[in-house]
């Protein structure tokens, strides 16, 4: 495998990417996922706001609308929001620090796979029987009550995918610390970099409480076992506080890198080095480390007496100081700039209210007291929306024009980027500010209807206007990925003019080594350095010209995940008693894990190295005689 | 001077917003018009943390706004190159210790009024004869309905809560089933009712409910509970202290009551369908098994004619009854209680009748 000769047509086209062990390819499969489980949740939401679009509406049922709000939030979360960052971490990540892959690039391929099958396998639930019903949060009392396979589908489909995003989330802390190109120390790095690293020291410490959480309540429904019966002596007060152990700095895990993301547009389209960098990568540490903290103030009503609830506010309240500093810092940012309306820097400009208005609303719920009456209530939706939708998903709107031509070398269309913006902005605004008074005015969240004469018709079908601005919004997007790749217009380096990072300096499109040469990072901004000095050249390198040494694709991680796919099943169809069928899937499943890990484990694999001459041949290829860049 | 119209400006701010919060929603579900002293409370830091934010929330878009309208590259010119600032460390210690000191401003009203809400040593105090002072209520959750048990007073009720106004009312909550959550919005903040533990809390209600609308006060289930999480409504009756106790009484005597002939009929059918297995028609309570969580398997039905719906969501009418023996599993998705729709129309309508007549209010 020392060739690089590529083949072509669709199927082989397949096979590559289903073989792909390369950082950019598994972040396009990423965003593809992300996207199609993204516009999977928003149907979700949409079906969930007509029937409340009016009171006593009898659009859905009760029981199928439960289903809905379970999968919009499972899908929201763990299927659409963390994949699609870790698309543009897979994509961004190691050009920003100038190494050519993830230092475990054949784990990173495992990682996409168990996300996408996970996500699959829960999915398959709506076929099969039924949905989850019991909440994104899937309290145990509830979900042990509840019939069918809808929970085991939550569990097992989580467990799966929990253990891609662990190991994606140990890869990139290990790149992060190994993988860094001479002289781009910690204090030089892209603060998209160093919030993906905090983001990623966070996975590792927060999802093995998801993880034992979702075994244990597998236990519960597999084998009988009684860990949250209290009947039995089990508790189910355990299972919430697992789950928001978890939970917590998850919303932390999402976040973080849509911080970073901001960052770098802000920077970037204000022409202007980001502002208090230190005290930025200080505040997203803290944060970090905050976020473990707090978890129990999801559970203020769940009565854990008032010196913990104290104790949680306050600790809550806390963590408004070192994001406070953040958004100061891009508003200083800013300042003294030279700003520059694109549509990357729409969203970033669209954020800093929303994000300030979702995070004010979390410091009021932070006062326990106030929050019995606002846990639990439309309040708390139109908050987590603000943050999730106002930061999160308006970062990955922004980031996907921002980095698109770094990705494909294509730029998405400016003039229908900026309606797009607007339709969703407008759309998210009106679908939940109202939402607040909703919840200030007794409605419960996580209800299936409303009863009439209760004050809550007019702001309910506002809400419902506003989500199906946002769903024009998100159609347009698509348009504009679709009517660019026909368009099929090269952009070349540096399209924005004013890239500021590494992975700017890369001549397009990308090669699949990434760098010719090792860089030499001289300072944070290296590329703005090199472009203030006139080097054409972009980069400083920090090596000459010699072989690269590249890891061999793998059908391996593909075939693992299938096997546990089916060995899901098997452990699913296990708890019915008439299915002894079962357990041979379970069986057979778990062979094929297995036989692929003894395979991986006791068969070398040291990749294969790019010779010169074939680098050269390479670069020719890609961007003609003259070069990369120029 | 400037000191002075900034401190009117803030009471300004106060007061409009009041307005305007108090503006939204009915009196008898909101949050923002409270109707006893916990809400009022709750309110109360609503209204300080309101006011915090916003000033928040205008500091940040007026750096905001300013520097984007002064700073577009429009205004500045196509080819400038900004300075490079590094950051300023005077700046990051002013927007350290700023939300520090308003955070502060909030913790302490947080942190007192924590501690004052979640203290129930009022729940066991006891006058000089020994006999306990306050009104304490055990509150069973059940797949969508509440019981309600006055253990001291040695009667029961279900779906309508009826307690006296002007005192403390402390509550026992659990849930019999799945984990629910006690909620009267207007009244105060929410409790849950877990599965495995009591958890106790206390209201005060200083509104009497009578000029409501229903002349009822809203509660609602707060936490998912399954298919009907959104339909378990219960209501709240508030008299003074008088009434209250005229209501104690008469509940008392419940198993006193003779049915009156015109409902005759009805009641044979209540007992011949085996109603009577789950729902209790006087308001005596019973010593259940475990102290705190009933093991009532129906809500009890002693003052059903009182009350201000059927099954929680229902017109309160005789053919709504009848609708409800006849689609419950339609109207209540995954209720537990059995269909009577092989049971002859005349009979549910003279069951319904029958339990028209279950008064314990003139």
């Known amino acids: ?630 | 001077m400037m000191r002075k119209f900034k401190k009117w400006r803030f009471v300004a701010l106060f007061a409009a917003m009041t307005v305007f919060l108090t503006a939204c929603g009915e009196d008898y579900l909101s949050t923002l018009t409270p109707a006893g002293k916990v809400g009022q409370e709750q309110f109360n830091l609503l209204l300080l943390s309101t006011a915090i934010m916003t000033l928040v929330i205008i500091v940040v878009c007026a750096i905001y706004l300013i520097s984007f309208f002064k700073f577009r590259r429009s205004v500045v010119g196509e080819h400038v190159i900004p300075k490079q600032v590094e950051g300023s460390h005077t700046l990051e210690v002013i927007w350290t210790v700023i939300p520090i000191i308003l955070l502060l401003i909030l913790a302490v009203p947080t942190v007192t009024a924590t501690y004052k809400l979640g203290d129930t040593s009022g729940m066991d105090a006891v006058d000089e004869n020994g006999e306990k002072t306050a009104l304490t209520v055990n509150v069973t959750a059940k797949l969508y309905w509440w019981e309600f048990e006055y253990p001291d007073l040695g009667i029961v009720t279900s779906q309508e809560l009826v307690v006296p106004t002007g005192e403390n009312v402390y509550f026992n909550l659990i849930a019999a089933d799945v984990k629910h959550s006690f909620w009267i919005p207007a009244v105060g903040g929410k409790m849950d009712t877990n599965v495995e533990n009591l958890n106790k809390f206390y209201l005060h209600f200083d509104e009497e409910s009578e000029g409501l609308k229903d002349g009822v006060f809203y509660g609602k289930c707060a936490e998912l509970c399954g298919p009907s999480h959104a339909l378990m409504d219960f209501k709240v009756k508030t008299l003074a202290k008088d009434d209250f106790n005229e209501w104690v009484e008469a509940m008392q005597n419940t198993d006193q009551r003779t049915v009156s002939a015109d409902v005759e009929a009805g009641e044979k059918a209540f007992v011949d369908n085996g109603c009577i297995a789950c729902h209790a028609t006087d308001a005596i309570a019973t010593t259940p098994e475990n102290p705190y969580a009933s093991n009532a398997v129906g809500p009890n039905l002693a003052t059903f004619g009182d009350r201000n719906r059927v099954a929680g969501v229902l017109e309160h009418t005789e053919e709504e009854v009848v609708n409800w023996l006849q689609n419950s599993d339609e109207i209540k998705p995954g209720n537990l209680m059995p269909l009577y729709d092989d049971v002859s129309e005349q009979e549910l309508e003279e069951i319904a009748a029958y339990l028209m007549s279950l008064s314990v209010e003139e």
């Open chain 1, 1 to 630: 495998m020392s060739s690089i000769a590529k083949k072509t047509g669709f199927g082989a086209t397949v096979w590559d990417y289903i073989t792909t062990v390369d950082h950019k390819k598994i972040g396009v499969m990423y965003l593809l996922a992300g996207t199609f489980f993204f516009v999977l949740g928003g149907i979700e939401a949409l079906l969930m706001r007509i029937q409340l679009m009016r009171p006593n509406n009898d659009f859905v049922s009760a029981g199928f609308f439960n289903e809905l709000m379970t999968m919009h939030g499972t899908t929201m979360i763990f299927l659409a929001a963390m994949p699609l960052l870790f698309g543009f971490m897979n994509a961004v990540v190691p050009l920003q620090i100038g190494a050519r892959d993830v230092a475990f690039p054949f784990l990173n391929s495992l990682g996409f796979w168990l996300f996408f099958f996970g996500g699959v396998f829960l999915n398959l639930s709506w076929f099969l029987g039924g949905a989850p019903d019991a909440g994104w949060t899937s309290y145990a009392s509830l979900s042990l009550y509840s019939e069918g396979h809808g929970i085991d589908f939550y569990v097992l489909g989580l467990q799966i995918s929990g253990a891609g995003t662990l190991i994606s989330g140990i890869n990139f802390l290990v790149t992060i610390i190994n993988m860094r190109a001479p002289g781009m120390t910690y204090m030089r790095m892209p603060l998209f970099t160093w919030t993906t690293f905090v983001a990623s020291a966070l996975i590792l410490f927060a999802f093995p409480p998801l993880t034992i959480g979702l075994a244990l309540m597998l236990f519960d429904r597999m084998f009988g076992a009684n860990f949250f019966d209290h009947t039995m002596g089990g508790n189910t007060i355990i299972w919430e506080h697992l789950f928001w152990i978890f939970g917590h700095p998850e919303v932390y895990i999402l976040v973080l890198p849509a911080f970073g993301l901001f960052s770098e547009i802000f920077a970037t389209f204000s022409r202007k080095r980001l502002f208090g960098y230190s005290s930025m990568v200080f505040a997203t540490i803290l944060i970090g480390f905050l976020g473990f903290m707090v978890w129990a103030h999801h559970m203020f009503t769940v009565g854990l007496g008032a010196t913990a609830n104290a104790i949680f506010a306050v600790a809550t309240m806390a963590i408004a100081v070192p994001t406070g500093m953040k958004v100061f810092n891009w508003l200083l940012t800013m300042w003294g700039g030279s700003i520059k309306v694109t549509v990357p820097m729409l969203y970033a400009l669209g954020f800093i209210p929303s994000f300030v208005a979702g995070g004010v609303t979390g410091v009021m719920q932070a006062a326990a007291p106030l929050d019995y009456q606002l846990h639990d209530s439309y309040f708390i939706v139109a908050h987590f929306h603000y943050v999730i939708v106002g930061g999160i998903v308006l970062a990955l709107f922004g980031s996907a024009h921002y980095y698109w031509p770094l990705m494909f070398n294509q730029m998405l269309d400016e003039r229908l980027g900026k309606v797009t913006f607007w339709f969703f902005f407008v759309g998210f605004h009106c679908t939940f500010f109202v939402q607040h008074f909703l919840g200030l005015m007794g409605m419960p969240r996580r209800v299936a209807t409303y009863g009439a004469e209760q004050g809550l018709d007019t702001f309910n079908l506002i809400s419902t206007i506003g989500a199906a601005l946002m769903a024009i919004g998100v159609l347009m997007l698509v348009i504009n990925v679709v009517k660019t790749a026909i368009k099929n217009e090269k952009v070349g380096r540096d399209p924005w003019g004013d890239g500021r990072t590494l992975e700017w300096a890369i001549p397009q499109p990308v090669p699949f080594y990434n760098f010719r040469q090792t860089p030499l990072v001289r300072g944070l901004d290296t590329y703005w350095i090199e472009k203030q000095e006139g080097n054409e050249e972009g980069m400083t390198y920090a090596e000459p010209l010699g072989d690269i040494h590249m890891p061999n694709n793998s059908i391996l991680p593909f075939i693992m995940t299938i096997g546990l796919f089916i060995a899901s099943f098997g452990a699913l169809y296990n708890m019915d008693a008439d299915k002894p069928w079962s357990i041979f899937l379970l069986i057979g499943g778990l062979s094929i894990l297995f036989a692929c890990m003894f395979a991986r484990s006791f068969k070398d694999d040291h990749g294969y190295h790019v010779h010169v001459e074939d680098i050269l041949a390479e670069e020719e290829r890609l961007y003609g005689k003259k070069g990369g860049n120029n």
